[in-house]
């Protein structure tokens, strides 16, 4: 089974024209940027190693940037395998491929024309891919973020599912851990879904911080508006010391952006610590927060539940959560 691992970097050929297909792919000629590099490669990579034609063939790609590390493609594809699919997930990385923001349009109508049949959207997309959708969930809409996406004859429908994988893992990893104040780093596309999430397990009081605040304000007003508790802070530190726990949906602590959202010296060991990075697995901010006695909640538990419920969606069976999570920490 082979995936396409988009990372050409910047030194693919300008072409002209247009690209014919390798043996056996069902593609068609599709267009090239001229002077684009990052689409070129793109192009170049879907004509050369994708046989979209192969009958019942189920092609996912994960459209993000810094994504080298992400475990997504191993579960899929051990999942697909496990079921007897013929099943492929290929990372997209937009740094890799020098892609700009505002090449996420194109790049979407590319794999749907080629014949995908979804998407997963991650970092830093997942709010700026509605504009690129034709339909949204119930709970995408009330989210405002999608990281999932269905290409059907009625078009593209963007779903969320971070939402359920973080409330599940939350449910499982810290299931006696008090609620009543919780402060939440970060309010962009997984910030929303898990502010939404927080909700869901219990949480009274939610503390949202941003370093736009006025994004920070937005997601407090939305939650508010649903007759919820949440209002945004500007000083992090003065929030964490009543906070009951403190949830990173910042990309800080990823391999791309190492540091901390938060001073972990002002930690105690009353509170509890979850983070929705999960690479690397062990994230600065969990490992400090361990060390001081907090309890703790990595992000790999929301990694393999979004992708339990996103597989579901992609190919219409039930996978098995126990398998992809024995796959996750085998790759771990």
Not at 149 to 178: M, Q, Y
Not at 203 to 229: C, H, M, P, T, W
Not at 305 to 331: I, K, Y
Request: some cysteine; proline content about 5%.
């Amino acid at each position: 089974m082979r995936m396409l691992r988009l990372h050409l970097g910047r030194d693919a050929i300008k072409r002209q024209g247009r690209v014919a297909p390798t043996k056996g792919a069902c593609m068609g000629a599709l267009p090239t940027h001229q002077g684009a590099n990052g689409m070129d490669t793109l192009t170049r990579g879907l004509a050369e190693f994708i046989n979209l034609s192969a009958k019942g063939a189920v092609h996912i790609g994960l459209l993000g940037r810094g994504i080298g590390a992400s475990l997504s493609p191993v579960m899929h594809r051990r999942e697909g395998q496990r079921q007897g699919l013929d099943y492929h997930y290929h990372l997209i990385d937009f740094d890799a491929l020098g892609l700009g923001d505002h090449d996420l349009g194109d790049v979407v109508a590319l794999l749907e024309r080629v014949g995908f049949a979804g998407l997963n959207i991650t970092h830093p997309f997942k709010q700026s891919i509605l504009s690129h959708l034709s339909a949204l969930s119930p709970q995408a809409e009330a989210i405002g973020a999608v990281n999932t996406v269905i290409f059907s004859s009625d078009g593209r429908k963007g779903h969320n599912t971070d939402c359920w994988g973080f409330a599940e893992s939350f449910r499982l990893g810290l299931p006696d851990v008090s609620r009543r104040r919780v402060l939440q780093m970060g309010a962009g596309g997984a910030g929303a879904a898990v502010a939404h999430a927080l909700l869901e397990v219990g949480v009274s009081e939610l503390d949202i911080f941003d370093v736009e605040g006025a994004r920070a304000a937005a997601l407090a007003e939305q939650i508010s508006s649903l007759g919820k508790s949440a209002k945004a802070v500007s000083s992090p530190l003065v929030a964490l010391a009543g906070a009951d726990g403190v949830v990173n949906a910042t990309p800080i602590g990823m391999t791309k952006y190492p540091g901390y959202p938060i001073d972990p010296e002002a930690l105690s060991p009353r509170q509890w610590v979850a983070d929705i990075i999960y690479f690397p697995r062990i994230t600065p901010l969990i490992e400090v927060a361990s060390a001081r006695g907090c309890a703790t909640l990595p992000g790999s538990g929301m990694a393999i539940f979004q992708a339990v419920r996103a597989f579901e969606l992609f190919t219409g069976r039930a996978p098995s959560r126990d398998d992809m999570a024995r796959t996750f920490e085998a790759a771990a």
